[in-house]
């Protein structure tokens, strides 16, 4: 076997989330929720509102950081943002109860599910995996991870994201129909938990197209925001 000239093996390097106090969390992996308020269900036209949680994996090297830019992305005409909670995961499991799911929570990020939604509809349409709508580069940015909030805070709790100036997307954590400790109980049916996971939680009703040039600022209240810009396609 000879060395192909022109080729190059990745030094792998850990993919990280920022830390607010500074610093950098290592992510294992990246979970969403998907239909997780109930106005978001209705704009999508989603039949049922009240069928359990199901999730999605995005890479974890999707993870755009605050002050980032996000290509837009090839194969779509219609690239949409959705505001979300993130919760980083310090400990892990199976089949955790709801009641103690909330001690595995190393912190909480504001992050963004970015969606090709034609391609999401069009997976739905055929039923077809979800991956080409939700799994590509620069989809999850995620703003720094803060720690020592009380999950009691997120009862009551705005969320928004506003696309050059103007707010699109109005949200209180509260509506959620899957509670934070209800998703990680749910997921950890499904998958083994651990440290370094992030679950993005879902997203309010507003969810709408950018293009470039578009600049977006995401925030949930008592978390450092999430601003991005959205720049040319990548040649
Ligand atoms: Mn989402």
Redesign the pocket.
């Known amino acids: 076997m000879s060395a192909q000239t022109g080729h190059a093996l990745p030094t792998v390097a850990p993919t990280v989330a920022a830390i607010a106090s500074g610093g950098a969390f290592p992510v294992r992996r990246i979970y969403?929720?998907?239909r997780?308020y109930l106005d978001h269900i209705r704009e999508m036209k989603e039949a049922d509102e009240r069928e359990p949680p199901f999730f999605f994996q995005k890479p974890r090297d999707a993870i755009v950081p605050d002050g980032g830019r996000v290509p837009y992305p090839p194969f779509t005409s219609d690239f949409q943002f959705?505001v979300?909670l993130v919760v980083a995961l310090g400990k892990g499991g199976r089949d955790i109860a709801v009641k103690q799911a909330n001690s595995l929570i190393w912190g909480y990020a504001v992050g963004i599910?970015f969606?090709r939604r034609d391609r999401q509809r069009d997976a739905r349409d055929m039923r077809l995996p979800w991956e080409v709508g939700?799994s590509f580069d620069a989809s999850a940015p995620c703003g720094p991870i803060a720690q020592g909030l009380d999950p009691a805070h997120f009862n009551d709790c705005t969320i928004t994201l506003a696309v050059n100036g103007s707010e699109r997307q109005r949200g209180n954590i509260g509506q959620m129909i899957w509670s934070v400790p209800e998703v990680i109980a749910q997921l950890s049916k499904q998958m083994k938990l651990e440290a370094g996971d992030l679950i993005?939680t879902?997203?309010p009703a507003g969810v709408a197209p950018v293009v470039p040039g578009d600049h977006i600022a995401a925030h949930i209240d008592g978390l450092p925001p999430l601003t991005l810009t959205i720049t040319s396609p990548e040649k």
Do not use: A, Q, R, S
């Open positions: 969403c929720v998907g997780n959705e979300e599910d969606t939700k993005y879902g997203t």
